[in-house]
């Protein structure tokens, strides 16, 4: 079929469904939604079977779909409507929830339903991850009964498919439905009205009397809760990494990241939230004076209890067949150089462990989406600083970890993707041995989509040496993103398996013990090592480093400021005004 997908942005669930539908042999093509006449001109020049709409912001217009078949996806199930579903289906705590795949019509999420999937709401989730996990994994499957439905000649949706009456209309979930009492709500209510609002709108808050939108939000430990068990609910007592901790009712919580709200708001239109002006920070650089009058409560990198932090380390297994394990839960998958500083001297400490293998496992979300753009954003508003110094040290203290894992050379380095990978966070994985993938993720291996960059993270060395230099090539120029499958195809990863959220995890625990155990490691580590050795003889990775931040500095400090100029528009996450061409096959 010729399908073309139309989209507000190219997100995780349009890459995926782009990756699932290209691999059944479908011609797919994107255009992402910037206007009417922008979407009528697609159609007719694609002549599209079936136009998809994964994520829409807007109405399609009824030139389109009085023509054409436009399926929209919608994240609620049946007869549930509006902006907001995921944000209402977590506010009530529901057990269930749902992905509906419906045909355009006048009213938004009005028309028939072609086909629905339901999914069971995995407890403590934040929206974005329900999104990025649950709803992709049920989309696919609904959009794929749908398109069954339409290739054998069911232009009418089955009867059984339409049980409208289940949900209703939802309006945009106002911030007084998310606002936090924390006189009176409880640890878990706050965190599942932090959950309900994160990544986008984040909840309108106060902190140190300045209105900000909290995200990020952790349960803190008891015994952290018990150093300040004679505080009052809502004050803010301690800093740990990008992380305030703040006291409630009946314990305490961390707040990772928030968002200083402008001085004059723009009003938003319903189906946004408002335009802003603000960054989506670590907590303790917004509010950076007032936490250094804080006291910090570090915690070990090395410990069994879940008490949170970014990094976590573990050790699993006997002596002589140990398998080490570090967790890094960066936010987004964003390292910034602080957190690639902290990531470093934890690769550091490891190597000094006597393990066999190391399991890179980044985060449960993402395993890295590279260099944080943020936090280089906000650089441009320090008097003493820039966007392109802060990118040249950020860049440099990525590749500072890619190089202390591509130099682990006396234990089997395991990159295990639990969550998708980006640009640079792709390059960071491949620094290791083995690559292994959650079925359903999607990798981004290229950096041309941030305003043309070079990329570094060892990548001139470490791509070509795992698919060769022609494919290579091929990778980079074309942009596009690859499901784990594809990934697996092109040799960019070694396996991907695992159904649910924790299954990935446990079967490559038990692959990773099962490599520590391996009978001929010995043999295998002596090779790799003298592998390395030839490597380096051929030419020093300092070579390559230097090679590749050569490009950088050129795009960083360079008369082409592409990269200035897309960063910005996707930290302010600017609306489209082209899709670009590597999408948009018909154009
Ligand atoms: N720095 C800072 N924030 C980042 C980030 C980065 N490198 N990559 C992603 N994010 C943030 C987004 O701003 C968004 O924030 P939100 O909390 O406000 O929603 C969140 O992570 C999710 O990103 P989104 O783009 O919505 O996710 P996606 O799954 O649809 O797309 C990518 C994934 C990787 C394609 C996309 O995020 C991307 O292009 N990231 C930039 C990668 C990059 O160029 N890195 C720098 C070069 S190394």
């Known amino acids: 079929m010729r399908l073309l997908l139309l989209t507000h942005s190219f997100n995780s669930l349009s890459q995926r469904l782009f990756g699932v539908l290209r691999a059944l042999g479908h011609t797919v093509s994107v255009e992402l939604d910037i206007a009417d006449a922008v979407t009528e001109e697609a159609v007719q020049m694609f002549k599209p079977d079936v136009v998809l709409a994964p994520f829409l912001k807007r109405r399609i217009p009824e030139t389109v779909w009085a023509q054409t078949i436009c399926l929209v996806v919608h994240p609620g199930i049946p007869g549930d409507r509006g902006p907001s579903a995921l944000d209402w289906a977590i506010t009530r705590g529901d057990a269930q929830w749902g992905v509906t795949v419906l045909q355009a019509v006048h009213e938004m999420d009005a028309g028939e339903v072609w086909a629905w999937e339901p999914f069971p709401v995995r407890f403590g989730a934040t929206k974005s991850s329900l999104y990025r996990r649950e709803v992709t994994q049920t989309a696919v499957a609904a959009v794929l009964r749908a398109l069954d439905r339409f290739t054998h000649g069911g232009l009418q949706p089955a009867a059984h498919d339409s049980p409208r009456s289940i949900g209703t209309w939802n309006p945009l979930m106002p911030q007084a439905a998310r606002r936090i009492y ?4 409880s640890t878990a209510t706050i965190l599942q009205k932090i959950a309900a609002a994160d990544g986008s709108p984040g909840v309108l808050d106060t902190l140190f009397n300045l209105p900000c939108r909290l995200f990020d939000a952790h349960p803190a430990s008891e015994q952290v809760v018990a150093v300040f068990s004679d505080q009052e609910p809502g004050s803010v007592l301690a800093r740990r990494g990008p992380a305030l901790l703040r006291r409630t009712l009946d314990g305490a919580i961390w707040i990772g990241h928030v968002r200083q709200e402008d001085a004059t708001p723009s009003q938003p239109t319903p189906a946004q939230s408002p335009a802003t002006n603000a960054l989506k920070l670590a907590a303790t650089r917004v509010f950076s004076a007032q936490s250094a009058a804080l006291p910090e409560m570090p915690v070990p990198l090395m410990r069994e209890d879940g008490d949170w932090d970014e990094l976590r380390y573990r050790e699993f297994g006997p002596a002589g067949a140990c398998v080490g394990w570090l967790d890094f839960e960066f936010h987004n998958g964003a390292m910034s150089e602080r957190q690639c500083q902290r990531l470093r001297d934890a690769l550091r400490w490891v190597r000094t462990r006597s393990t066999q293998v190391l399991v890179l496992a980044g985060g449960q979300e993402f395993f890295s989406n590279g260099i944080h753009l943020h936090d280089i954003e906000a650089a441009q508003r320090v008097a003493s600083d ?24 006396d234990r089997i380095t395991v990159a295990a993707l639990h969550g998708n990978a980006g640009a640079g966070g792709c390059f960071l994985a491949l620094a290791a041995d083995v690559v292994w993938a959650h079925a359903s993720v999607v990798l981004n291996p290229h950096y041309k989509n941030m305003g043309n960059l070079y990329g570094s993270e060892y990548w001139t060395y470490s791509l070509p040496r795992r698919i060769g230099e022609a494919a290579s090539r091929a990778l980079m120029q074309e942009r596009l993103p690859l499901t784990a499958s594809d990934a697996v195809s ?44 030839q490597d380096e003889a051929h030419k020093p990775l300092a070579d390559y480093r230097a090679e590749e931040l050569q490009r950088m500095h050129r795009n960083f400090y360079g008369f082409d400021p592409s990269y200035h100029v897309a960063r910005h528009h996707f930290v302010y996450r600017k609306p489209h005004a082209w899709t670009p061409r590597h999408l948009a096959s018909h154009r």
Request: net charge negative.
């Open 182 to 185: 924390w006189p009176t709500d």
């Open 386 to 409: 820039s966007a392109a110094d802060a990118s040249m040290r950020n860049i440099n203290a990525m590749d500072d970890v890619a190089l202390e894992v591509i130099t682990l050379t």
């Open 490 to 533: 092109r040799r960019l990863v070694d396996t991907s398996f695992g159904e649910g959220a924790q299954d990935f995890g446990e079967q490559a625990l038990e692959r990773a013990l099962a490599l520590a155990a391996t009978h001929n490691l010995t043999q295998c580590l002596a090779k790799k090592q003298a592998q390395r050795e």
